[in-house]
């Protein structure tokens, strides 16, 4: 399967302690995105890579979140001294695309965060 | 600020009737916008997309409308089908930026 895998699925933690995620892109595909789902909404922008350059940030994003791609292929998401508030499924997804704003995006199964 | 909304968080159809669900949006300098389809414990899967430029796009049982003029978008199912129930989110972008807006859902179940 060639698809966007995350891992690990499901991490459940104690505030204040840190979360990395990771995220395998479609090999071929030059963006990756982050994104945040918490429940009863649809996906929130939170980060997007182009190549290993990080080219937008939310302000989501606070100083506690930091994301890298270092060799534009796999992305990890660290959130360091995690609170309750950052309990929700974490998205990534990937794009192969030529001009901005037209691409399709493909979604990994995230990974569900619960910070106890 | 939300600038894509899904109105309705449900709609339930029965097999082999026609789906419309609907997708309203605020900013005026969207011009992609994309349906997607999620089931639960899995991420959401592309399902469909149409640009500024066109009015409709057609993919087999599945159709988006765009309505340009009234921010409005909606994907027909026809006909709708007992696998076809899933969360359906829209999603708006720019081209001129790089972030993708996502509605709240609407969730559809197709009663056999």
């Known amino acids: 399967d060639t698809g966007v895998s995350q891992n690990p699925r499901h991490k459940i933690t104690k505030r204040g302690q840190n979360v990395t995620f990771r995220c395998d892109p479609i090999?071929?595909?030059?963006?990756l995105y982050w994104y945040r789902q918490t429940l009863g909404q649809g996906p929130e922008f939170l980060t997007y890579?182009?190549?290993?350059?990080?080219?937008?940030k939310s302000r989501l994003l606070s100083d506690r979140f930091s994301a890298e791609r270092p060799k534009g292929s796999f992305s990890t998401l660290e959130i360091q001294r995690t609170e309750q508030g950052d309990s929700a499924m974490y998205l990534c997804?990937?794009?192969?695309?030529?001009?901005?704003?037209?691409?399709?995006?493909?979604f990994g199964p995230g990974t569900r965060l619960t910070v106890l | 600020d939300q600038q894509v909304k899904q109105n309705s968080p449900s709609l339930s159809v029965q097999e082999g009737r026609i789906s419309i669900l609907n997708c309203d949006y605020t900013?005026?300098?969207?011009?992609?916008f994309l349906w997607y389809k999620k089931y639960p414990a899995e991420g959401p899967t592309f399902l469909i997309s149409?640009?500024?430029?066109?009015d409709k796009n057609e993919d087999g049982r599945f159709t988006v409308f765009l309505n340009k003029s009234a921010k409005h978008l909606s994907l027909h199912i026809v006909p709708s089908q007992p696998g076809d129930s899933a969360v359906y989110f829209c999603a708006a972008s720019a081209v001129t930026g790089n972030q993708f807006y996502f509605g709240t859902g609407t969730s559809l179940t197709v009663i056999p």
């Open positions: 997804a990937s794009s192969r695309t030529i001009s901005a704003g037209t691409d399709t995006q493909y």
């Open positions: 890579f182009q190549n290993e350059a990080q080219l937008e």
């Open positions: 149409i640009s500024s430029i066109k």
């Open positions: 090999s071929e595909h030059n963006r």
């Open positions: 900013n005026s300098m969207f011009d992609y």
